[in-house]
């Protein structure tokens, strides 16, 4: 037809973007579970699919694991931007911290995969390093701002304590200890009354000489 553009980019159709969000998810639960089963053809019966319309999303199994710690790492900063509005800045922090419980399972369950993929990319540790930092960092600065927790810890500082929380221990059930660690955390950077008190206070006045009437 005169005046159509050949290049005309088509939209993935409905199932077929049905069907990678499926084996993203199902990706994610196979993956998070770890062991032996934590295969592709495992994350293809999950999804409900065959293990050639996994191929045709994933052509790799590099690819299917960088676009799971992709899509963690969006959700990750989509849920900080919600967490904005929560009517408590410190709940909203802490909220946000046990999701990424979630995601270190997840990446755990793949970590020797995304050590080859993160090799060949530095690109995709400078991405996920720097949105899971900016999330942090927004949800600190509010939680500051309310007065509500201590000022001289940077998003750097705490993204460094969950890291260490989530993989100081490999054994059953260490989500559950990560879990009440991270509860301990953010308890602590809480902004006692005192200092409450202290932090606005004007200083107080020197004993000294009775001044003159």
Same mark, same amino acid.
């Given at each position: 037809? !005169?005046?159509?553009?050949?290049?005309?980019?088509?939209?993935?159709? #409905?199932? /077929?973007?049905?069907?990678? =969000?499926?084996?993203?998810? +199902?990706?994610?639960?196979? @993956?998070? !579970? $770890? $062991?032996? =089963?934590?295969?592709? =053809?495992?994350?293809?019966?999950?999804? $409900?699919?065959?293990?050639?319309?996994?191929?045709?999303?994933?052509?790799?199994?590099?690819?299917?694991?960088?676009?799971?710690?992709?899509?963690?790492?969006? &959700?990750?900063?989509?849920?900080? =931007? &919600?967490? %904005?509005? #929560?009517?408590?800045?410190?709940?909203?922090?802490?909220?946000?911290?046990?999701?990424?419980?979630? @995601?270190?399972?997840?990446?755990?369950?793949?970590? +020797? #995969?995304?050590?080859?993929?993160?090799? $060949?990319?530095?690109?995709?540790?400078?991405?996920?390093?720097?949105?899971?930092?900016?999330?942090?960092?927004?949800?600190? #600065?509010?939680?500051?701002?309310?007065?509500?927790?201590?000022?001289?810890?940077?998003?750097?500082?705490?993204?460094?304590?969950?890291?260490?929380?989530?993989?100081?221990?490999? &054994? /059953?059930?260490? %989500?559950?200890?990560?879990?009440?660690?991270?509860?301990? @955390?953010?308890?602590?950077?809480?902004? %006692?009354?005192?200092?409450?008190?202290?932090?606005?206070?004007?200083?107080?006045?020197?004993?000294?000489?009775?001044?003159?009437?």
């Amino acid at each position: 037809m !005169a005046g159509s553009s050949p290049e005309i980019v088509r939209k993935p159709r #409905a199932d /077929a973007v049905r069907n990678r =969000e499926r084996v993203l998810e +199902a990706a994610k639960a196979v @993956f998070s !579970a $770890g $062991g032996s =089963e934590a295969s592709l =053809e495992a994350v293809a019966r999950h999804a $409900g699919v065959g293990i050639g319309t996994l191929y045709r999303h994933f052509p790799t199994r590099e690819a299917l694991y960088e676009a799971v710690y992709r899509r963690e790492v969006e &959700q990750l900063g989509d849920l900080a =931007e &919600q967490l %904005q509005c #929560a009517p408590e800045p410190v709940e909203a922090l802490r909220r946000w911290l046990r999701a990424n419980v979630e @995601f270190v399972a997840t990446k755990k369950g793949m970590v +020797a #995969a995304l050590a080859l993929v993160a090799h $060949g990319s530095t690109e995709l540790h400078a991405y996920s390093f720097d949105r899971l930092t900016k999330a942090i960092g927004t949800l600190l #600065a509010r939680a500051v701002e309310a007065g509500a927790i201590r000022d001289d810890v940077s998003a750097e500082d705490v993204l460094r304590a969950l890291i260490g929380m989530c993989y100081m221990h490999d &054994q /059953a059930g260490w %989500q559950t200890t990560a879990l009440r660690l991270l509860d301990v @955390f953010v308890d602590g950077l809480r902004l %006692q009354p005192a200092a409450k008190a202290a932090s606005t206070a004007k200083p107080a006045k020197k004993a000294g000489r009775p001044r003159s009437p």
